[in-house]
């Protein structure tokens, strides 16, 4: 983790910028983070929080329990998003109900690859979502997701559903 401090090729929480009406954050790692031989490289994912005027976005990235942890103590109304791309792609040590229940999706997007050798995502993750009612889509079974925020709310679009063959049966 300190190659990536020399490097200069970190980001940073508090890191703000805005461009056309939307407001872009950096929640996390704290600078202090990656001084840190015992983090795992996951815990130093950046974690980006978008705020548009219809709505946000919360990318966690591959952050675990620990990072997850960090978040909810420093600030749990931070982490509200309408959208969230799951953390760690749904694996078992991500998704915490306290992180769940913070971030408080509509919409949650499991990143995952079709038939992936880890099983993402895990039954459990999924379940903790589908019991506060999130709209859960996966991108093994609906391939890219589009994802726009309007005034009419959170409007998805998939490449299965817009290239969708007769031959395909999903």
Known sequence: SSDLLSSGRVCAAGERWHWDG??????????????????????????????????????????????????????????????????????RTSSTAEFVRAVSPRLAIFAVGHSNQFGHPHPAVAARYR????????????????????AAGVQTRTWREQAQRYWQDY
Do not use: W
Not at 55 to 81: F, Q, T
Not at 132 to 149: E, H, I, K, W
């Open 131 to 150: 019991a506060r009612g999130v709209r859960l889509l996966r991108t093994d079974r609906a391939g890219a997701v589009s994802v726009q925020l309007t």
């Open 22 to 91: 939307v407001a872009f954050e950096m929640l996390h790692p704290d600078a202090g983070s990656y001084n840190e031989p015992q983090r795992k490289d996951n815990d130093l994912s950046c974690v980006l929080r978008i705020v548009s005027p219809h709505g946000s976005v919360l990318l966690p990235a591959d952050i675990e329990r620990r990072a997850e942890a960090e978040l909810v103590h420093a600030d749990a109304r931070r982490l509200s998003a309408d959208v969230l791309v799951v953390p760690h792609h749904g694996s």
